[in-house]
């Protein structure tokens, strides 16, 4: 084989090597702009999720500043209508305890009746 062969096959085999690294970069560019893409779907989605955030933000302030808003309006009112409740039941309690003693009292006067009228009849 001469020179001449020896550079054409060198060549020809060179021209191979370029043919595959040309395909490489090809399917390389192909995945990079697919990456691209891929990169820009996901910015995208992550600004969908950052104005989401923004919204949530947004409606927890909005349920504090109502939250505080019932606590004041109606705070007072939950209070003294619990305050009432509990004096009604402290009140309750006494009037119990007063016919308790009402009851005893009448248990008393109904035994001590009851001793008089058997003495009456023995008076008789």
């Given at each position: 084989m001469n020179n001449e062969d020896k550079i054409l096959s060198i060549l020809e085999t060179l021209v191979g090597k370029v043919d595959i690294m040309e395909t490489r970069f090809d399917t390389f560019e192909a995945k990079v702009d697919k990456l691209e893409h891929d990169l820009q779907e996901v910015k995208s989605e992550v600004q969908e999720v950052k104005l989401e955030v923004q919204e949530v933000k947004l409606e927890v302030q909005e349920v504090k500043h109502r939250t505080i808003v019932i606590e004041n309006d109606y705070g007072k009112r939950i209070d003294a209508a619990l305050d009432g409740y509990s004096a009604l039941y402290d009140i309750s309690n006494e009037i119990?305890?007063?016919?308790?003693?009402?009851?005893?009292?009448?248990?008393?006067?109904?035994?001590?009746?009851?001793?008089?009228?058997?003495?009456?009849r023995k008076l008789k």
């Open positions: 119990r305890s007063d016919i308790r003693k009402i009851y005893d009292q009448q248990d008393r006067q109904d035994a001590y009746i009851t001793v008089l009228e058997s003495e009456r």
